[in-house]
């Protein structure tokens, strides 16, 4: 067994999607202790094993301090609670990898989920964690919500492309033919471009099909050192390359065209040495359908402004198109815990390199997979994080 | 859609809600008080920035000053939020004639004819607590 094509050496080990959508009886704390214990079941390992926990704004209390103790981690060496918002889950698996390549800890235990649904969160309401944000001072008058900046990429990128509201409900649609295998997925109807331009428009050009599901529950990662997974039974799932950065309104010179992944993803693939061409899946993350769009074109799937041409006629359905995307239905129609949709790309993105994901949507003889993470709000302040993950022969 | 503006303005629980006062925007809300719309102009890498700061953001120099705009843009992007709001809203982004971009709001015009790379202009409206804040409206 050779890990000679990892950079770094950190393996994905255990990984656990909570299957309730809503979940009106649990605590939000409660969640994150059955999604942990679930990803150690997933692993082979124990609480024991944990020496190292990271968790986002969704953790309820003060980060790690309250959910080690309340989750029962007594052996952490290392904790990090880096909140990118939906992102975040990405960027704690690139730091878990580091600071495993540095030796800082071995098994590293990240956590996520919420109850939005059961709470009655919607992506038209401006999120109360903002408030204290230097910038919310001036914005708090015109209502920045989820939607209605989202939908301002989406009018600027038809405007300078021509991209059109066809083109983004190819997205869904792929989507949707991926959900209807999905036993756990919100939304299992298989739609048609029609069936989204249909849909009620909520923040033009976003209709309310090109918006992600709102859903509770969460999920979880174990990343561990070699050594570790050399242990294991799972198939190993190898860290290749990662990197990550912050986009926002840079002191007024927006752009809203590009992510900041169009910075962070070059990163990723020179560390993992591999090319766009080379990926044949890839968790793009999606709380709208603009939001896969965009990151397409940062990705290096295509050119900038090329998105639309690149998911017209079901380009992203796996089996049928030339880049399977979101196979377990994404955030689009299967799962966003938390309104944080990274979790979920880092879980399918691994059931893939394992062979583990529905027969109907297992890309055959997968080597390498990517999964990309937006958090916050594109058409504001965002974090971007990208990882390039491998299967070990 | 302009009607519903007026009803808008004309109705108290339809107000804007309010900007958040604090130390480093008490120069811009005091001058929009008096409908002037005030950027922060950064005197080293002679550039504006917004949302206003007291270290300019494209360069970390401390030596920024207020200059008055003659709130003059276009349309760099928008949306119309219909749906899950109270009463549907225009909400954009305004490039000035400066160069820098402002998330705004876009009042006085029909929603429906609003375009990507329109003119507008400045106007101040009260908010719901009196406060007044900027929007923008189509100028000829």
Redesign the interface.
């Known amino acids: 067994m050779s890990f000679a094509a990892t950079k770094y050496d950190a393996c994905i080990a255990g990984i656990y999607e909570h299957p309730l959508r809503v979940a009106p009886d649990h605590t939000v704390a409660q969640l994150h202790a059955e999604v942990a214990r679930g990803a150690l079941l997933d692993a082979g390992l124990t609480l024991d094993d944990v020496d190292g926990y990271f968790c986002a704004g969704d953790a309820p209390g003060m980060g790690p301090v309250s959910m080690a103790d309340y989750l029962g981690l007594k052996k952490l060496k290392y904790v990090d609670s880096t909140d990118t918002g939906g992102s975040s889950y990405l960027t704690h698996v690139n730091h878990a990898a580091r600071a495993i390549a540095a030796g800082q800890c071995r098994v590293a235990l990240i956590t996520l989920a919420g109850r939005p649904k059961s709470e009655g969160s919607?992506?038209?309401?401006v999120r109360s964690q903002w408030?204290s944000a230097?910038?919310?001072?001036?914005?708090?008058?015109?209502?920045?919500?989820p939607?209605?900046?989202y939908?301002?990429?989406a009018?600027?990128h038809m405007?300078e492309f021509g991209t059109t509201s066809e083109q983004l409900a190819w997205i869904k649609v792929a989507a949707s033919h991926h959900a209807q295998h999905n036993p756990n997925a919100a939304l299992k109807d298989v739609l048609t471009v029609e069936d989204v331009l249909n849909s009620?428009?909520?923040?033009?050009?976003?209709h309310?099909a090109d918006c992600c599901v709102v859903t509770d529950s969460g999920g979880a990662l174990i990343v561990v050192h070699p050594d570790i997974a050399k242990t294991l039974k799972k198939p190993v799932v190898t860290m290749m390359g990662a990197a990550e950065t912050t986009k926002g309104?840079?002191?007024?010179?927006?752009d809203?065209t590009y992510s900041g992944l169009a910075w962070a993803a070059p990163l990723a693939f020179k560390e993992a040495k591999l090319t766009p061409e080379q990926i044949r899946y890839a968790s793009i993350y999606d709380s709208f359908t603009i939001t896969v769009l965009i990151q397409l074109e940062d990705l290096g799937f295509c050119k900038k402004g090329e998105g639309g041409k690149f998911v017209e006629g079901g380009q992203l359905i796996s089996g049928k198109g030339k880049l399977a995307f979101n196979t377990d239905g994404g955030g689009l129609c299967n799962n966003h815990p938390a309104n944080r949709g990274g979790m979920t790309k880092v879980i399918e993105a691994v059931r893939q390199l394992r062979g583990e994901a529905h027969p109907e949507v297992q890309v055959p003889n997968l080597e390498f997979a990517l999964a990309s993470g937006i958090g916050g709000a594109l058409g504001?302040r965002h974090g971007a994080a990208a990882l390039i993950m491998g299967r070990l022969k | 859609m302009s009607q519903l503006n007026e009803k808008n303005s004309a109705n108290k629980e339809h107000r804007l809600p309010s900007p958040i006062n604090n130390l480093e925007n008490k120069a811009f809300l005091e001058a929009a008080q008096d409908n002037q719309l005030v950027l922060k102009f950064c005197n080293s890498c002679k550039e504006p920035h917004y949302y206003p700061r007291t270290i300019c953001p494209h360069c970390g120099s401390d030596d920024t000053t207020w200059v008055k705009s003659n709130g003059l843009g276009e349309i760099y992007s928008y949306t119309v939020m219909r749906r899950g709001v109270e009463v549907p809203f225009a909400m954009a982004y305004v490039r000035l004639q400066e160069g820098i971009s402002m998330l705004t709001h876009l009042t006085n015009c029909d929603f429906d004819a609003i375009r990507v790379g329109q003119k507008v202009k400045v106007v101040f409206q009260e908010t719901q607590d009196g406060q007044k804040t900027h929007l923008f409206e189509p100028a000829p």
Do not use: H
């Not at chain 1, 919607?122 to 309401?125: A, F």
């Open positions: 919607s992506g038209t309401q408030a230097p910038d919310f001072a001036f914005e708090k008058p015109y209502s920045p919500a939607l209605n900046t939908a301002m990429c009018m600027r405007y009620p428009m909520i923040a033009d050009p976003l309310r309104q840079m002191g007024g010179k927006v809203l504001t």
